[in-house]
């Protein structure tokens, strides 16, 4: 009878510096969203080391006391209430021992080679933490060659620092006995990420290609709505992307549970019919690099007619997410879109449950966003209020019409029922007539075909 193999806890912690600039509630905010990215990395974190300075360390991020203060951490042996790996079984040599620091900065090559040999642990920065994520969770095609794109363009700059890491060797050139005028291990190792990544970017605009004639095809095909759920990491949008479309999709509490495109249709169906996307999530500080390759994957909100800009309304940290995710939506080219703002996860606010502060929140937040929606995806009413509002939004610019179908040519209802909303429907010796809603130019062009008898 085989045992299930429980994997071994890994242990971390995370370092930042506060500038002059950075408000308490920002800087505490970041930190916080860095333990997260650790959980979902794998990590759990035993300490937090922060410090305030005018400026980052020039050499090593971290100021020297600082540093000596960690690395004495990472040293110790686990003591009991110490911190919180003590708790696990002693049993275990390794049990609390600090594999990595976190920093909540991108730093350079050399700071973090400096950082690495003055604590005795790897380091990892926010967008390798980040990168790391990304790697691990990309599950399409065109999600890893994005995925990769950008951690070879991180590892690039980095390969010097790591073959003086590895000393002598990793400088070697390739001439005979390591001397000559043949390339250094570095130089061979940037050629040949500057070939891979040509060659994967070759392959995503292959599939770019391919997958933005399939779309075209299938809206003009089926003459569909499209909606782009968008926001922060972790705000709700699987969760809300379950309820609209009761589909089956990952639902969970940890950032980045979704990276690759989820496509479904509006349930129950409408007319016109609507699909709704669910996009990977942003967040503070996403590296530039991911901002760039994963164009293709945000390209649903490029694409859609309406975003729903999905907010945390229990978060403090709420209104600072919303300016991340406008940046970035800014940044790929869809500031334009029209969006509706969704304040979701309303029944997280503490205390939990109390209906006088969801009310009040609730009030808030609409004094300052008038046309938003808030409410909890959790809850039918407010789902069906939200699934309302989208169908509104795609019914504004609609017309009505009636139709006349004669009994010769009824073989053209399904075109009709296919392409409009029918309100109602009489019938007489000669034909039927239909009340029909949609779009302008399909309306207009079924009416022009079937024109009611005088």
Not at 105 to 120: C, D, F, T
Request: charged share 30%; with cysteine; net charge negative.
């Amino acid at each position: 009878m085989s045992k299930e193999v429980k994997e071994k806890p890994r242990y971390a912690v995370v370092a930042a510096v506060q500038l002059p600039n950075v408000s308490d509630i920002e800087f505490e905010s970041s930190l916080a969203e860095l333990r997260d990215l650790a959980k979902t990395l794998g990590f759990e974190i035993s300490a937090s080391f922060t410090q305030k300075r005018g400026s980052f360390d020039a050499g090593a991020y971290l100021g020297s006391g600082k540093r000596e203060e960690i690395r004495a951490f990472v040293d110790s042996e686990p003591a009991p209430g110490s911190f919180e790996p003590s708790r696990h079984a002693a049993a275990d040599a390794d049990a609390g021992r600090i594999e990595a620091i976190l920093v909540d900065h991108e730093i350079s090559p050399s700071q973090a080679r400096n950082l690495e040999k003055e604590v005795g642990c790897e380091v990892m920065d926010r967008t390798m933490v980040i990168l790391e994520i990304f790697h691990r969770h990309a599950s399409s095609r065109a999600a890893r060659a994005q995925v990769e794109i950008a951690r070879l363009g991180y590892m690039a700059p980095r390969l010097r620092e790591m073959a003086k890491l590895a000393g002598p060797q990793g400088r070697q050139r390739s001439g005979t006995g390591g001397r000559g005028a043949g390339e250094s291990h570095t130089e061979m190792d940037r050629r040949k990420i500057r070939d891979r990544i040509a060659e994967l970017q070759q392959e995503i605009d292959a599939m770019d290609v391919e997958r933005k004639t399939q779309r075209a095809r299938r809206q003009e095909r089926q003459g569909l709505a499209t909606v782009a759920l968008v926001g922060y990491t972790n705000a709700g949008k699987s969760t809300l992307m379950r309820a609209l479309t009761g589909s089956d999709v990952l639902v969970e509490n940890k950032l980045f549970a979704t990276l690759d495109t989820t496509v479904r249709a509006l349930q129950p169906e409408s007319r016109p019919r609507v699909l709704i996307s669910d996009t990977v999530g942003f967040i503070k500080n996403l590296p530039h690099g991911l901002v760039a390759s994963f164009t293709s994957t945000l390209e649903e909100a490029l694409d859609a007619a309406l975003l729903l800009h999905v907010i945390d309304a229990s978060d403090p940290g709420g209104e600072r997410q919303r300016d991340v995710t406008e940046k970035v939506l800014a940044e790929i080219g869809a500031g334009e879109v029209p969006r509706l703002r969704v304040f979701n996860k309303i029944d997280n606010l503490e205390p939990r449950g109390d209906a006088a502060a969801q009310a009040a929140r609730t009030a808030e937040l609409r004094a300052v966003h008038p046309d938003c929606i808030v409410m909890s995806a959790r809850r039918a009413d407010d789902v069906a209020q939200l699934r309302e509002a989208i169908i509104g939004f795609f019914r504004q610019d609609q017309v009505e019409a009636e139709i006349f179908l004669p009994w010769s040519a009824q073989q053209q209802r399904g075109q009709i029922f296919a392409s409009c909303e029918v309100l109602n429907e009489r019938a007489d010796e000669a034909g039927a007539t239909l009340r029909v809603r949609g779009e302008r130019a399909t309306v207009q062009t079924l009416a022009e075909q079937f024109t009611p008898p005088a």
